[in-house]
């Protein structure tokens, strides 16, 4: 089992930064994946960013260029640093883990929300 925590999130204007964390605890297997998702009122959750325990990662388009993830693999850390935020990047974050060796994921966190608004 592996329980996720996010903190960061908040109201930001359109321009601004945030940075998102996520601690994981419990069992933890070295190779894994951990990412972000978000989901905007009304649409379905969407990948963000992903990132693997050797530090390849995977974006969403629409982030590109703007948003950073990176892991901490000695603190089971995740973060999304976001930068030139939009009013569209307004949803609700959430941190995933998954890893092969564990049958019990993927797991998610219990969001954070980002609101970008003038």
């Known amino acids: 089992q592996v329980h996720l925590v996010e903190s960061g999130g908040g109201l930001v204007q359109p321009g601004g930064s945030l940075r998102l964390s996520c601690a994981a605890s419990?069992?933890?297997?070295?190779?894994?994946?951990m990412g972000w998702y978000r989901q905007a009122a009304g649409k379905q959750r969407e990948l963000v960013a992903a990132?693997?325990?050797?530090?390849?990662?995977n974006y969403a388009d629409s982030v590109k260029g703007r948003f950073t993830i990176s892991r901490d693999n000695a603190k089971n850390t995740v973060y999304l640093q976001m930068n030139s935020l939009k009013p569209e990047d307004t949803a609700v974050y959430y941190c995933?883990?998954?890893?092969?060796?564990?049958?019990?994921?993927?797991?998610w966190g219990q969001g954070t929300q980002v609101t970008v608004s003038s």
């Open positions: 990132i693997t325990s050797s530090t390849s990662t």
């Open positions: 419990g069992s933890i297997f070295s190779i894994s994946t």
């Open positions: 995933n883990y998954d890893s092969k060796s564990d049958s019990g994921g993927p797991y």
